[in-house]
């Protein structure tokens, strides 16, 4: 099964939709522990995206400078 390719898009997304269930209620209290976990690794996943991001954009600038 091929590894399926980070979408920061669909993260934030996903997390919206966990918001969404715990802010309303629909979360039963067996499920929240789950969903904390999700919302978790995906704020981590976004987080590393944004760095790299971040990294590669300050890496053009730096060319551009020289």
């Known amino acids: 099964m091929?590894?399926?390719e980070f979408s920061?898009?669909?993260a934030?997304?996903?997390l919206e939709k966990i918001v969404q269930k715990i802010e309303s209620g629909d979360c039963k209290?067996?499920?929240l522990t789950a969903e904390i976990k999700k919302a978790?690794?995906?704020i981590s996943l976004c987080k590393k995206k944004l760095?790299?991001?971040d990294a590669e954009v300050n890496k053009i600038f730096g060319?551009?400078?020289d």
């Open 29 to 31: 209290i067996d499920e």
């Open 8 to 10: 920061y898009d669909k």
């Open 40 to 42: 978790a690794e995906l």
């Open 63 to 65: 060319e551009l400078e």
């Open 12 to 14: 934030m997304a996903d």
């Open 2 to 4: 091929k590894k399926e």
């Open 51 to 53: 760095q790299n991001v």
